[in-house]
Protein backbone atom coordinates (compact mmCIF):
# COMPACT_ATOMS: atom_id res chain seq x y z
CA UNK A 1 0.00 0.00 0.00
CA UNK A 2 0.96 4.17 -0.58
CA UNK A 3 -0.41 6.75 0.67
CA UNK A 4 -1.34 9.18 -2.01
CA UNK A 5 -3.26 11.68 -0.05
CA UNK A 6 -3.95 11.73 3.98
CA UNK A 7 -7.33 10.33 3.71
CA UNK A 8 -6.50 7.57 0.20
CA UNK A 9 -4.86 4.51 -0.65
CA UNK A 10 -3.72 3.09 -3.08
CA UNK A 11 -3.38 -0.71 -3.80
CA UNK A 12 -1.63 -2.73 -5.64
CA UNK A 13 -0.90 -6.56 -5.50
CA UNK A 14 1.23 -9.40 -6.87
CA UNK A 15 -0.55 -11.60 -9.25
CA UNK A 16 -0.05 -15.05 -8.18
CA UNK A 17 -1.97 -16.83 -11.38
CA UNK A 18 -0.17 -18.09 -14.67
CA UNK A 19 -1.39 -15.81 -16.81
CA UNK A 20 -0.19 -12.65 -14.96
CA UNK A 21 2.84 -13.95 -13.08
CA UNK A 22 4.93 -11.11 -11.54
CA UNK A 23 2.72 -8.24 -12.57
CA UNK A 24 1.81 -5.59 -10.53
CA UNK A 25 -1.35 -3.68 -11.28
CA UNK A 26 -3.23 -1.13 -9.62
CA UNK A 27 -6.82 -1.85 -8.85
CA UNK A 28 -8.31 1.14 -7.16
CA UNK A 29 -7.20 4.52 -6.44
CA UNK A 30 -8.70 7.14 -3.82
CA UNK A 31 -10.38 9.47 -5.53
CA UNK A 32 -11.33 7.20 -8.25
CA UNK A 33 -15.07 6.66 -9.68
CA UNK A 34 -16.72 3.64 -8.32
CA UNK A 35 -17.62 0.92 -11.03
CA UNK A 36 -21.12 1.48 -11.62
CA UNK A 37 -21.76 3.99 -8.83
CA UNK A 38 -23.81 7.80 -9.41
CA UNK A 39 -21.77 10.71 -10.75
CA UNK A 40 -19.34 12.34 -8.13
CA UNK A 41 -19.22 9.20 -5.79
CA UNK A 42 -15.46 8.48 -5.21
CA UNK A 43 -13.27 5.92 -3.32
CA UNK A 44 -12.55 7.84 0.28
CA UNK A 45 -10.53 5.14 2.03
CA UNK A 46 -9.85 1.80 1.45
CA UNK A 47 -8.13 -0.26 4.29
CA UNK A 48 -8.74 -4.19 4.92
CA UNK A 49 -8.19 -6.45 1.79
CA UNK A 50 -7.80 -10.09 0.98
CA UNK A 51 -5.84 -12.18 -1.95
CA UNK A 52 -6.86 -15.12 -3.56
CA UNK A 53 -4.80 -17.66 -5.14
CA UNK A 54 -5.85 -16.07 -8.99
CA UNK A 55 -4.90 -12.48 -7.81
CA UNK A 56 -8.28 -11.34 -7.78
CA UNK A 57 -9.06 -8.96 -4.40
CA UNK A 58 -11.88 -7.93 -2.20
CA UNK A 59 -11.44 -5.29 -0.14
CA UNK A 60 -13.21 -2.94 2.00
CA UNK A 61 -13.67 0.39 1.39
CA UNK A 62 -15.39 4.13 1.93
CA UNK A 63 -16.83 6.01 -1.07
CA UNK A 64 -19.18 8.92 -1.01
CA UNK A 65 -22.26 7.31 0.03
CA UNK A 66 -20.69 5.67 2.90
CA UNK A 67 -19.00 1.42 3.36
CA UNK A 68 -18.84 -1.07 0.97
CA UNK A 69 -17.11 -4.23 -0.27
CA UNK A 70 -15.81 -4.39 -3.71
CA UNK A 71 -13.68 -7.38 -5.88
CA UNK A 72 -13.19 -8.07 -9.46
CA UNK A 73 -13.71 -12.14 -8.92
CA UNK A 74 -15.44 -11.97 -11.91
CA UNK A 75 -12.62 -9.79 -13.81
CA UNK A 76 -13.95 -6.91 -13.55
CA UNK A 77 -13.96 -4.51 -10.47
CA UNK A 78 -17.59 -4.36 -8.72
CA UNK A 79 -19.47 -3.98 -5.68
CA UNK A 80 -20.42 -6.94 -3.46
CA UNK A 81 -22.21 -5.26 -0.80
CA UNK A 82 -22.95 -1.93 0.11
CA UNK A 83 -24.44 0.41 3.44
CA UNK A 84 -28.22 1.30 2.69
CA UNK A 85 -28.15 -1.81 0.16
CA UNK A 86 -30.67 -4.80 0.48
CA UNK A 87 -29.05 -8.32 2.25
CA UNK A 88 -30.21 -11.66 2.44
CA UNK A 89 -32.29 -12.13 5.49
CA UNK A 90 -34.28 -15.13 7.32
CA UNK A 91 -37.79 -13.86 7.53
CA UNK A 92 -38.13 -10.43 6.25
CA UNK A 93 -35.83 -7.45 4.63
CA UNK A 94 -32.61 -5.77 5.77
CA UNK A 95 -30.34 -3.48 4.70
CA UNK A 96 -26.20 -3.40 5.31
CA UNK A 97 -25.38 -0.45 7.68
CA UNK A 98 -21.67 -1.29 8.39
CA UNK A 99 -19.02 -4.08 7.28
CA UNK A 100 -15.65 -5.44 8.74
CA UNK A 101 -13.81 -7.20 6.26
CA UNK A 102 -13.48 -9.60 3.47
CA UNK A 103 -12.15 -13.34 3.15
CA UNK A 104 -11.51 -14.45 -0.49
CA UNK A 105 -11.09 -17.69 -2.13
CA UNK A 106 -10.85 -19.03 -5.82
CA UNK A 107 -14.03 -20.23 -5.39
CA UNK A 108 -16.38 -17.76 -3.52
CA UNK A 109 -16.29 -14.70 -1.37
CA UNK A 110 -17.10 -13.84 2.28
CA UNK A 111 -17.77 -10.93 4.55
CA UNK A 112 -19.02 -9.84 7.76
CA UNK A 113 -21.80 -7.13 8.03
CA UNK A 114 -24.08 -5.21 10.28
CA UNK A 115 -27.65 -5.19 9.10
CA UNK A 116 -30.92 -3.57 10.04
CA UNK A 117 -33.68 -5.17 9.94
CA UNK A 118 -37.67 -4.28 11.54
CA UNK A 119 -36.61 -6.16 14.72
CA UNK A 120 -33.51 -4.49 15.50
CA UNK A 121 -30.01 -4.39 14.42
CA UNK A 122 -27.95 -7.67 13.60
CA UNK A 123 -24.09 -8.76 12.87
CA UNK A 124 -23.45 -11.82 10.98
CA UNK A 125 -21.55 -13.79 8.38
CA UNK A 126 -22.52 -13.32 4.23
CA UNK A 127 -21.00 -15.91 2.10
CA UNK A 128 -21.36 -16.68 -1.85
CA UNK A 129 -19.61 -18.31 -4.98
CA UNK A 130 -22.09 -16.46 -7.55
CA UNK A 131 -23.38 -12.77 -7.38
CA UNK A 132 -25.57 -13.95 -4.31
CA UNK A 133 -23.88 -13.12 -0.79
CA UNK A 134 -26.66 -15.75 0.79
CA UNK A 135 -26.86 -15.31 5.19
CA UNK A 136 -24.44 -18.29 7.22
CA UNK A 137 -25.25 -17.11 10.57
CA UNK A 138 -26.58 -13.61 12.27
CA UNK A 139 -25.65 -12.28 16.17
CA UNK A 140 -28.22 -12.92 18.83
CA UNK A 141 -29.84 -16.12 17.08
CA UNK A 142 -29.45 -19.78 18.23
CA UNK A 143 -26.10 -20.56 18.18
CA UNK A 144 -25.58 -24.52 16.27
CA UNK A 145 -24.35 -27.01 18.97
CA UNK A 146 -25.04 -24.51 22.03
CA UNK A 147 -29.18 -25.74 22.68
CA UNK A 148 -30.42 -22.37 21.94
CA UNK A 149 -27.55 -20.04 23.36
CA UNK A 150 -26.67 -17.54 20.70
CA UNK A 151 -23.32 -15.67 19.89
CA UNK A 152 -23.70 -11.60 20.56
CA UNK A 153 -22.88 -9.22 17.81
CA UNK A 154 -19.89 -8.44 20.11
CA UNK A 155 -18.59 -11.51 19.86
CA UNK A 156 -18.72 -11.43 15.84
CA UNK A 157 -14.73 -11.15 15.09
CA UNK A 158 -12.56 -11.24 12.36
CA UNK A 159 -10.68 -12.81 10.36
CA UNK A 160 -13.00 -14.99 8.47
CA UNK A 161 -11.28 -18.69 7.13
CA UNK A 162 -12.82 -19.36 3.86
CA UNK A 163 -11.39 -22.51 2.14
CA UNK A 164 -11.54 -22.92 -1.91
CA UNK A 165 -13.81 -25.74 -0.98
CA UNK A 166 -16.38 -22.97 -0.02
CA UNK A 167 -16.22 -23.85 3.88
CA UNK A 168 -16.38 -21.29 6.16
CA UNK A 169 -14.90 -20.61 9.92
CA UNK A 170 -14.83 -18.00 12.45
CA UNK A 171 -14.48 -17.01 16.09
CA UNK A 172 -16.69 -16.18 18.10
CA UNK A 173 -18.68 -15.33 21.68
CA UNK A 174 -21.53 -17.57 23.13
CA UNK A 175 -23.89 -15.36 24.88
CA UNK A 176 -26.20 -16.84 27.41
CA UNK A 177 -29.30 -15.20 28.91
CA UNK A 178 -28.80 -15.34 32.46
CA UNK A 179 -26.42 -13.56 33.95
CA UNK A 180 -24.32 -16.28 36.12
CA UNK A 181 -23.59 -17.83 33.34
CA UNK A 182 -20.27 -17.70 31.69
CA UNK A 183 -20.11 -16.09 27.88
CA UNK A 184 -17.73 -18.62 26.23
CA UNK A 185 -15.42 -17.89 23.11
CA UNK A 186 -15.15 -20.46 20.40
CA UNK A 187 -14.54 -21.61 17.06
CA UNK A 188 -17.49 -22.67 14.19
CA UNK A 189 -16.87 -24.26 11.04
CA UNK A 190 -19.63 -25.44 7.84
CA UNK A 191 -17.37 -28.10 7.22
CA UNK A 192 -19.55 -30.88 8.60
CA UNK A 193 -22.52 -29.37 6.03
CA UNK A 194 -23.89 -27.43 8.04
CA UNK A 195 -22.22 -24.79 10.70
CA UNK A 196 -21.82 -25.81 13.84
CA UNK A 197 -19.28 -25.29 16.21
CA UNK A 198 -15.67 -27.17 16.48
CA UNK A 199 -14.22 -26.32 19.55
CA UNK A 200 -15.17 -23.72 22.78
CA UNK A 201 -14.19 -22.76 26.02
CA UNK A 202 -14.29 -25.14 28.75
CA UNK A 203 -14.47 -28.64 27.01
CA UNK A 204 -11.35 -31.01 27.76
CA UNK A 205 -8.48 -31.12 25.44
CA UNK A 206 -7.50 -34.08 23.44
CA UNK A 207 -4.42 -34.98 23.86
CA UNK A 208 -3.67 -33.84 27.66
CA UNK A 209 -4.05 -34.75 31.01
CA UNK A 210 -7.84 -35.37 32.94
CA UNK A 211 -8.65 -31.73 33.63
CA UNK A 212 -7.03 -30.10 31.82
CA UNK A 213 -9.37 -27.49 29.19
CA UNK A 214 -9.77 -25.57 25.79
CA UNK A 215 -9.47 -21.46 27.80
CA UNK A 216 -8.55 -19.05 25.12
CA UNK A 217 -8.47 -19.20 21.28
CA UNK A 218 -5.68 -17.57 19.43
CA UNK A 219 -7.94 -16.62 16.04
CA UNK A 220 -6.10 -13.46 15.38
CA UNK A 221 -4.41 -11.47 12.68
CA UNK A 222 -0.82 -11.92 14.43
CA UNK A 223 -1.52 -15.46 14.77
CA UNK A 224 -3.87 -16.68 11.98
CA UNK A 225 -5.40 -20.25 12.17
CA UNK A 226 -5.78 -22.56 9.02
CA UNK A 227 -8.50 -24.43 6.73
CA UNK A 228 -8.28 -26.64 4.22
CA UNK A 229 -10.78 -27.32 1.47
CA UNK A 230 -12.34 -30.17 3.57
CA UNK A 231 -12.92 -27.30 6.25
CA UNK A 232 -10.50 -29.00 9.11
CA UNK A 233 -9.60 -26.19 10.88
CA UNK A 234 -6.28 -25.78 12.68
CA UNK A 235 -5.36 -23.19 15.57
CA UNK A 236 -3.42 -21.91 18.68
CA UNK A 237 -5.72 -22.69 22.08
CA UNK A 238 -4.67 -21.28 25.44
CA UNK A 239 -5.09 -24.20 28.12
CA UNK A 240 -6.28 -23.96 31.68
CA UNK A 241 -6.71 -26.76 34.51
CA UNK A 242 -4.31 -28.64 37.06
CA UNK A 243 -0.66 -29.39 35.81
CA UNK A 244 -1.24 -25.66 33.51
CA UNK A 245 1.57 -23.11 34.02
CA UNK A 246 3.16 -20.64 31.73
CA UNK A 247 5.70 -23.56 30.19
CA UNK A 248 3.02 -25.87 29.05
CA UNK A 249 -0.17 -23.38 28.84
CA UNK A 250 -0.62 -23.41 25.12
CA UNK A 251 -0.38 -25.83 22.07
CA UNK A 252 -2.37 -26.27 18.64
CA UNK A 253 -4.88 -28.26 17.73
CA UNK A 254 -6.28 -29.61 14.29
CA UNK A 255 -9.34 -31.43 12.96
CA UNK A 256 -8.99 -34.97 11.40
CA UNK A 257 -11.82 -36.73 10.82
CA UNK A 258 -14.53 -34.96 12.72
CA UNK A 259 -12.27 -35.07 15.73
CA UNK A 260 -9.83 -32.62 17.75
CA UNK A 261 -5.74 -33.74 17.56
CA UNK A 262 -3.38 -32.12 19.38
CA UNK A 263 -0.46 -31.49 16.73
CA UNK A 264 1.84 -29.46 19.33
CA UNK A 265 2.25 -28.12 22.36
CA UNK A 266 4.44 -25.61 24.32
CA UNK A 267 6.83 -27.35 26.22
CA UNK A 268 6.62 -30.88 24.51
CA UNK A 269 9.44 -32.51 22.74
CA UNK A 270 9.66 -31.14 19.06
CA UNK A 271 10.36 -34.06 16.38
CA UNK A 272 13.59 -32.52 15.25
CA UNK A 273 17.25 -34.00 15.27
CA UNK A 274 18.44 -32.39 18.33
CA UNK A 275 15.03 -33.15 20.41
CA UNK A 276 14.45 -29.50 21.70
CA UNK A 277 11.27 -28.57 23.31
CA UNK A 278 8.58 -26.75 21.76
CA UNK A 279 8.83 -22.77 23.95
CA UNK A 280 6.45 -20.68 21.61
CA UNK A 281 4.30 -20.86 18.56
CA UNK A 282 4.15 -17.58 15.62
CA UNK A 283 2.38 -18.29 13.06
CA UNK A 284 0.69 -20.98 10.68
CA UNK A 285 1.30 -21.65 6.95
CA UNK A 286 0.46 -24.03 4.21
CA UNK A 287 -2.58 -25.47 5.47
CA UNK A 288 -4.99 -24.06 2.59
CA UNK A 289 -4.71 -27.10 -0.22
CA UNK A 290 -3.48 -30.20 2.25
CA UNK A 291 -4.41 -31.75 4.84
CA UNK A 292 -1.50 -31.44 7.15
CA UNK A 293 -0.65 -28.19 9.15
CA UNK A 294 2.86 -26.36 9.47
CA UNK A 295 3.54 -23.73 11.34
CA UNK A 296 6.50 -21.68 12.90
CA UNK A 297 7.82 -21.98 16.70
CA UNK A 298 10.44 -20.97 18.79
CA UNK A 299 12.71 -24.18 20.66
CA UNK A 300 13.88 -24.07 23.82
CA UNK A 301 17.53 -24.91 23.82
CA UNK A 302 17.73 -27.20 26.68
CA UNK A 303 16.98 -30.56 25.45
CA UNK A 304 14.18 -33.22 25.71
Known amino acids: MMTRTAAGVLLTLTLASAAHSGDIRTVVLSGDPTPGGEPGVVFEEIDEFAL?????????????NGEGIWSDRFGVLDVEA?????????????????????????TSIALIAGVETVTGEYFGYWRGADATLDLVYASNTPAPGLDGH????SGVRTPLLLSDGGHLAFNGTERTTADDEPHRNGVWSTGSGGLD??????????GTNNGQEHATFQFNRSIRPAMNNLGEVTFLSQLTGPGI???????????RDDNLELVARRRHCARDRDRRYVQRFFRF??????????FLCRPDWNRC
Not at 86 to 103: I, K, M, R
Open 52 to 64: NNMGQVAFRATDS
Open 82 to 106: HVGAGATWNGGEAAYYAFLGPALSD
Open 150 to 153: ALGG
Open 197 to 206: YVVIEGVAAS
Open 245 to 255: DSSNDSGIWSQ
Open 285 to 294: SGFQRCSTSS
